[in-house]
């Protein structure tokens, strides 16, 4: 499980976007915005990183219960394979 | 040569529309441009067999402001699709997407204020640079369908945003909701890492420097006595 190639995450005046580059632009037109746990999550999707990972991750970085990280894992998920941002 | 932005930029022109609207931007200054414009007849020809319904004149126009656009980038620069006005050595900017009025509005501003106080800096596409530690506005050739630009440069006050409406209501925008807007008005080099990274650079600092309004407005003067007082932070009298 992968972020689609061509998308750039910078933070930029403290909100983290995620802007089309490249091929993307073709698929994507607009910008997203991420909240800081959706910006961790989406770095560690870019390298390619499974669930389990996520979860993992998650876990150590924030303090949060194994079922709310796996809540929030999965509607996060969800909203990226909706939007068609991952493969 | 012409000198665009502060630049010195190497640009041949063959078309009528990009040599009359260059004719103020002309320079006599000589040695090394900062900035190179190289697109060639062919590249321009074969874009208007894909689309016809540009002619040569026009794409080259077209053509050659985009290459502008994503060459500032190197120069700490990019354009806003938007309309400036300045007004005692600050610039305004209106944004909105096409059709909804920012030459309408920067046209009011001329009017209420007179043509002597408000310059239109450029009615399309102005462009922006980080100069030391202000950002400044200046007029370039890419001024869209009206012509109206001025070759000068004007310290950036505040960035509007437009959006037709029945009542005049004027709000300054989360930096969140700013960032957004921004970008998706800005000339964005989409095939350019880099250059995109540059860009959303000089927006983070335009944020901390700028403030950014969301404008509700209707054609009248009552939307620009709104907008100015607003950002030059004046209460609003009643008549």
Known sequence: MRIKEGYLLREVAGSHVVVPTGKATLDFTGVITLNETGAFLWKLLADGKTSKELLGALLEEYDTTEAKAKADIDIFLTKLEVADLIE | MYKIAGLKVKMECSGETLLAQGEPYRTAVAGQPDMIIDISDETLAKTKESYPQFCFDEWEYIHKGFAFSYKLLEHSGFCLHASAVAMGNKAVLFSAPCGT???????????????????????????????????????????????????????????????????????????????????????????????????????????????????????????????????????????
């Open chain 2, 101 to 239: 009025g920012k030459s309408t509005h920067a046209g009011l501003w001329q009017q209420y204020f007179g043509k002597d106080k408000v310059v239109i800096i450029n009615d399309d596409r102005p462009a922006l640079r980080l100069l030391g530690d202000e950002i400044y506005v200046y007029g370039t050739q890419w001024s869209g369908k009206t012509n109206l630009n001025a070759n000068i440069k004007v310290p950036l006050q505040a960035v509007v945003f437009l959006k037709q409406a029945g009542e005049n209501h004027i709000e300054r925008l989360t930096n969140k909701e700013a960032i957004k807007r921004l970008i998706r008005h800005s000339i964005r080099p989409n095939h350019d890492k880099g250059k995109m990274d540059a860009l959303l650079t000089l927006l983070d600092t335009l944020l901390q420097k700028t403030p950014v309004y969301h404008l509700d407005c209707n054609i009248s003067m009552d939307a620009v006595k709104l907008a100015y007082d607003t950002i030059n932070k004046r209460m609003r009298c009643i008549i």
